[in-house]
Nanobody
Framework: QVQLVESGGGLVQAGGSLRLSCAAS????????MGWFRQAPGKEREFVAA????????YYADSVKGRFTISRDNAKNTVYLQMNSLKPEDTAVYYC?????????????????WGQGTQVTVSS
């Protein structure tokens, strides 16, 4: 089992920045990749970014490319999502997730474990 706990959400004005953190515990040695997803009210959960647990490979949704950066600290078993130039349409509950096997990492089906989510609200 892998446990994930997100933090860092909040309210920010458009153009501002936030950094989300996701701390993993448990069988972290089994993690292949970590991802961030988000879900706005009335919408489906969508992929935001992902990072392989080793190496430098990262993945981004087109909507956040150039504004968001995913990074990790393996020593702390923590993955981060730095969000800059935030827009009102970035408002959502953000979830981190852990994938155990190699896949495209852009689908929620690729992930076995999920955090509880953290709210990000961007005001205009």
């Amino acid at each position: 089992q892998v446990q994930l706990v997100e933090s860092g959400g909040g309210l920010v004005q458009a153009g501002g920045s936030l950094r989300l953190s996701c701390a993993a515990s448990g069988r972290t040695f089994s993690i292949n990749a970590m991802g961030w997803f988000r879900q706005a009210p009335g919408k489906e959960r969508e992929f935001v970014a992902a990072s392989r647990w080793s190496g430098d490979t990262t993945y981004y949704a087109d909507s956040v490319k150039g504004r968001f950066t995913i990074s990790r600290d393996n020593a702390k078993n923590t993955v981060y999502l730095q969000m800059n130039s935030l827009k009102p349409e970035d408002t959502a509950v953000y979830y981190c997730a852990a994938a155990l096997y190699y896949s495209g990492f852009r689908s929620a089906r690729d992930y076995a474990y999920w955090g509880q989510g953290t709210q990000v609200t961007v005001s205009s």
